[in-house]
């Protein structure tokens, strides 16, 4: 019997598909039977003859009506009741059946009728080789510092076998190597666990990466195996600091620029691998909030962006500070400056202050008389802060230019005439020489005051009045009239009558007043034609200025014998109203 179980092993294992059974009859009396077949053997294979072991002819046993009593699956395994013999319904998977058990059974009951009689019948599933080893994952990543000292251990994944027993794995193997040996441990029950132990210290700089075979053997005959690529990658020590690519790091920037506006990138780099190689950046712990406010630094990329206003005339250069370290457990660090040259654009108009005289300006102010003094400054530089400054109109003033910069003088150019103007809107311009070029606009009143350079002047000259004899006493009989150009007390006029060296004067204030106000000529008693037929005088008109304005107007009186009520003034209309002959 277990010369046909040798021939059934080897059967199985040249791919035949037959089978040599084995039967042991443990006990007649329980009437249970024990047969053995190899796994994956195809439909309709041999596993027993029922009825030779039962002791009953065919006839019988068709006549029994002996049959498998399974659940509701389909049963593994059927009976020939015509031969009795027990053949394999379909093809047996024992991984799946009994999984990693060392011995896999199906238990079957059968029965026998009239009389009833039930017997086992154990089928015992038989391993083959039909599987190799295989590792979880066809490629192992170890990563493994150069400073690992020999003897460090490293544990790997065990490969698995879906065979039993000494199918499944047996041993490991390693490919040559000079750094690294294999050791296996043996945990029991087809568990073998390999692990690398490092017996050469490792240097990166010489092999960076060591690529390794593990390979897993089972006990069949032949042999079956699975592999495992292990790839060794050596990790740097942090000792090299980062170094910048650059040694100097020099931009110009223009004042105004958008907010997220590239400045500059800098850049460094590290001769270790890993986290030691990688390379963040940051501002350096002297660089205060008002650059921090201005710029951002990204610490991945280096690149230096604009973060807030730049005004070139708030800071014209820049000194920043800038650290780029690596990632290893012990930080290495290196500092760089990075200039910033601010590029002034002219974004500032020019600035106009006045400095003027509070009072006005007299009118007889000799030329080149100062009126103001200018200052214009702007914020700007070069170019864009120098600023010429002018008169935008046409008047009698200039511009002087101080020795100091950017200072002027507003001066007149000729003599003034409050008659003419009394008021001058002066507007100063400012311009920058920037392009485009900026402005700004000033305006100044200069109020010209009035000096007494004008005498009063009579509506005519001379006055020749007619007066009738006899006339009112206290009554006006005629009135002169004059006018100023000045204004205020100077263009304030009073009258009066000149008094004459002569006698005769006497004779005119005694029967003639003058209202020295309006110029208003009253007489003091009546006329009389046979002692006076005419008469002249002198009226003077004098202004309130100081000093005093005087003119003179002669009066030529002519005096008519009554006729009539109302004198007569020549020429024939006086102060507008028509004067009738008298005679």
Not at 283 to 300: C, H, T
Request: a negative charge; one cysteine or more.
């Amino acid at each position: 019997m277990e010369q046909r179980g040798r021939q059934a092993w080897r059967a199985q294992t040249k791919w035949f598909s037959y089978v040599m059974i084995l039967v042991t009859f443990w006990s007649s009396a329980s009437g249970q039977f024990r047969y053995s077949i190899s796994e994956e053997v195809k439909e309709g294979t041999v596993v027993g003859n029922i009825a030779k072991d039962l002791g009953l002819d065919k006839n019988t046993l068709k006549e029994r009506g002996y049959r498998i009593v399974y659940g509701s699956t389909e049963p593994p395994f059927r009976v020939n009741q015509d031969d009795g013999i027990l053949y394999v319904n379909r093809k047996i998977d024992r991984e799946k059946v009994c999984e990693r058990s060392k011995v896999c059974v199906i238990d079957l009951k059968t029965v026998l009728e009239n009389p009833l009689e039930v017997h086992y019948v154990a089928v015992e599933i038989l391993d083959v080789n039909d599987h190799a080893p295989s590792f979880p994952e066809n490629e192992k990543m170890l990563e493994v510092f150069e400073s690992a000292l020999p003897g460090a251990k490293f544990q790997l994944q065990a490969a698995r076998d879906a065979d039993s027993g000494s199918l499944s794995v047996q041993q490991y193997k390693l490919s040559h190597n000079e750094n690294f040996r294999l050791e296996v441990k043996d945990r029991g029950e087809d568990r073998k666990t390999p692990s690398l132990v490092l017996q050469k210290p490792l240097d990166r700089e010489s092999v960076k990466t060591h690529v390794l075979l593990l390979t897993a053997t089972d006990g069949g005959k032949p042999p079956r195996s699975g592999n495992m690529t292990i790839i060794v990658d050596v990790s740097d020590v942090n000792d090299n600091p980062p170094v910048f690519t650059q040694d100097s790091y020099n931009v110009e920037l223009k004042e105004n620029s958008p907010i997220g506006t590239t400045v500059i990138q800098v850049n460094a780099t590290d001769l270790d691998e890993g986290v030691n190689g990688e390379v963040v950046y940051a501002f350096g712990n002297d660089v205060d909030a008002r650059v921090r406010a201005r710029f951002d630094l990204n610490p991945v990329t280096g690149v230096i962006s604009v973060a807030g206003a730049i005004d070139f005339e708030e800071s014209s250069r820049y000194e920043i500070d800038i650290q780029a370290s690596d990632k290893g457990v012990a930080t290495l660090t290196t500092d760089k400056t990075v200039i910033i040259n601010i590029v002034d654009v002219n974004d500032n108009a020019p600035e106009i202050e006045v400095t003027s005289f509070s009072h006005a300006l007299p009118e007889d102010s000799k030329p080149g008389t100062t009126v103001a003094l200018i200052s214009v400054k702007d914020s700007d530089s070069g170019l864009n802060g120098k600023v010429m400054c002018y008169i935008s109109q046409e008047l009698p003033f200039l511009l002087s230019p101080s020795l100091q910069n950017n200072m002027y003088s507003l001066v007149t150019k000729v003599l003034l005439d409050r008659e003419q103007q009394s008021q001058y809107n002066i507007t100063i311009v400012a311009k920058d020489a920037g392009d485009p070029s900026l402005s700004a606009h000033k305006a100044i009143i200069i109020v010209v005051s009035d000096v007494n350079d004008n005498r009063p002047e009579f509506s005519q000259s001379p006055y020749t009045f007619y007066i009738t004899e006899n006339n009112n006493p206290g009554a006006s009989i005629f009135s002169v009239t004059a006018s100023d150009q000045d204004e205020g007390n100077n263009a304030l006029i009073s009258y009066h009558i000149l008094r004459d060296r002569g006698g005769e004067h006497l004779k005119v204030t005694s029967f003639l007043n003058i209202n020295s106000e309006n110029g208003q000529i009253s007489a003091l008693k009546s006329f009389d034609f046979e002692t006076v037929k005419t008469f002249q005088f002198q009226v003077v008109a004098s202004d309130s200025g100081s000093p005093s304005l005087s003119s003179n107007v002669t009066v030529n009186v002519i005096c008519n014998w009554e006729c009539c009520k109302r004198p007569r003034i020549g020429p024939k209309h006086v102060e507008g109203q028509e004067v009738s002959d008298c005679f």
